[in-house]
């Protein structure tokens, strides 16, 4: 399996643009989190989902963020209109279940979004 | 609240010396902790976790944990540092949120080993 995928590895864009970030987990994983990653606030979860469905999107900043996932190999995350604070790097995740909570996470590499 | 806490933003070795990251947690119920290694320009990778069972968890590339119910913590440790492990090391335990279980991210310790 070539592991999680997402989609641009870099992005640069400027404040009030709409930016899309892609991710494809491993086949066959039922669980998918996005992530968001700075150097001040460290690791976020910022939503994720069970079989397609969001389950928790508490971490979600503000409405200018939205996650989708229409099929079980495919989700989005999309911010509109971005804004230079929304810099950071953006992980994709996924895992088999989480049958209590012990099932590992697979990360994708991440997109580095930059917005000017 | 449910936490975990790396105390150590950096931790400095030297190459060939044994190393340790420090974790500790704050949970209820039982402590399903993991750690994870980030090199740079590159995802999160799982290195070993504890579920139940022994206190000291075997991962890859030679490192160990150890869990310690006492002391909260779950600190993760090689005997023998090589430059290549240079890193942010994560910890992570599982909480409650929407139903299911989700691992929580400390902030992170960067390691740096030098040659």
């Known amino acids: 399996d070539a592991g999680v995928i997402q989609s641009p590895r870099h992005e640069v864009t400027e404040m009030g643009q709409e930016v899309t970030l892609r991710c494809k987990p491993i086949?066959?994983?039922?669980?998918l989190f996005w992530y968001r990653q700075t150097m001040m606030r460290g690791l976020e979860l910022l939503i994720y989902f069970n079989n397609n469905v969001p389950i928790d999107d508490s971490g979600m900043p503000e409405d200018r963020f939205s996650a989708k996932m229409p099929n079980a190999s495919f989700s989005t995350l999309k911010i509109q209109p971005s804004e230079p604070r929304d810099s950071a790097v953006y992980f994709c995740a996924s895992s088999r279940g989480l049958a209590g909570g012990t099932e590992t996470q697979y990360f994708g590499p991440g997109t580095r979004l930059l917005v000017l | 609240a449910q936490s975990v806490a790396q105390p150590e933003d950096q931790v400095n070795v030297a190459e060939g010396n044994p190393l340790t990251v420090k974790c500790t947690y704050s949970?209820?119920?039982?402590?399903?902790l993991f750690w994870y290694v980030q090199y740079p320009n590159r995802g999160l990778q799982f290195l070993l976790k504890y579920i139940t069972g022994d206190n000291l968890v075997k991962g890859s590339y030679g490192f160990e944990a150890e869990f310690n119910k006492s002391q909260t913590s779950f600190h993760l440790k090689k005997p023998s540092a090589l430059v290549s492990d240079s890193a942010l090391y994560f910890c992570a335990v599982r909480v409650s949120r929407g139903g299911s279980y989700i691992p929580t991210f400390g902030r992170g310790t960067s390691l740096i080993v030098h040659p």
């Open positions: 949970v209820s119920g039982n402590p399903y």
């Open positions: 086949s066959g994983h039922d669980y």
